[in-house]
């Protein structure tokens, strides 16, 4: 299973980014994939999920009205768009994707990885 995360990069307070993730490696028609995201000295947090089956997601509370995540079926891909960035959400993001329908914020539950993509919020 591989997964490949772009989109990241420089943007300054109050802009948008538009993250993807696509997942390859399964035939699982069923996964959830979840975002999660890591500043330097903090705990890693995961911030939304969606259920690729059918299309429910769940935020955190930290990003809930600001960020929405959505998916296209057939590239295996999602699309986490981040608006009204802050500084505070500077940080390395990267997904993960667990081979099972469930939504969920906790990393423990989701087995495979990408490797990130930074995501800066500076003026």
């Known amino acids: 299973v591989q997964l490949v995360e772009s989109g990241g990069g420089l943007v300054q307070p109050g802009g948008s980014l538009r993250l993807s993730c696509t997942a390859s490696g399964f035939s699982n028609s069923d996964y959830t994939i979840a975002w999660f995201r890591q500043a330097p000295g903090k705990e890693r947090e995961g911030i939304a999920c969606?259920?690729?089956?059918?299309?429910?997601?769940e935020y955190a509370d930290s990003v809930n009205g600001r960020f929405n995540i959505s998916n296209d079926k057939a590239r295996n891909t999602v699309y986490p768009e981040m608006n009204d960035l802050k500084p505070e959400d500077t940080a390395l993001y990267y997904c993960r994707v667990k081979l099972l329908q469930g939504l969920a914020l906790n990393s423990q539950e989701y087995r495979y990885w990408g490797g990130g993509t930074q995501i800066t919020v500076s003026s």
């Open positions: 969606i259920d690729v089956s059918d299309s429910n997601t």
